[in-house]
């Protein structure tokens, strides 16, 4: 049974950074980050594989965001920047096998952590 705990997020203004952290007990072929906002579905927002040469991003984060993984630490980060109103949500990491865009194909979940951005 893989683990995954997020930690990072908090409020920060428009344009501004945040770095999200998750932890995993485990090493997976695949980790993504998700988020999902008030009364809408979870939306995949970056994907990473163990070998760090496969990386994907939603295009509404691409040139912003950048997803990076620490597998001597089973640790993945997602750097944050230009951060913009529509971005609050709560973050969640994810594991799986695949690389995938949709949440069903993961097999285990962190309990996310909330951003906010204010404008």
């Known amino acids: 049974q893989v683990h995954l705990v997020e930690s990072g997020g908090g409020l920060v203004q428009a344009g501004g950074s945040l770095r999200l952290s998750c932890a995993a007990s485990g090493l997976y072929n695949m980790m993504g980050w998700f988020r999902q906002a008030p009364g809408k579905e979870r939306e995949f927002v970056a994907g990473?594989?163990?070998?760090?040469?496969?990386?994907w991003y939603a295009d509404s984060v691409k040139g912003r965001f950048t997803v990076s993984r620490d597998n001597d630490r089973n640790m993945m980060y997602l750097q944050m920047n230009v951060l913009k109103p529509e971005d609050t949500a709560v973050y969640y990491c994810?594991?799986?096998?695949?690389?995938?865009?949709?949440?069903?194909?993961?097999?285990?979940w962190g309990q996310g952590t909330q951003v906010t951005v204010s404008s």
């Open positions: 994810a594991a799986g096998h695949v690389f995938a865009t949709a949440p069903g194909h993961y097999d285990f």
């Open positions: 990473i594989s163990a070998n760090t040469l496969n990386i």
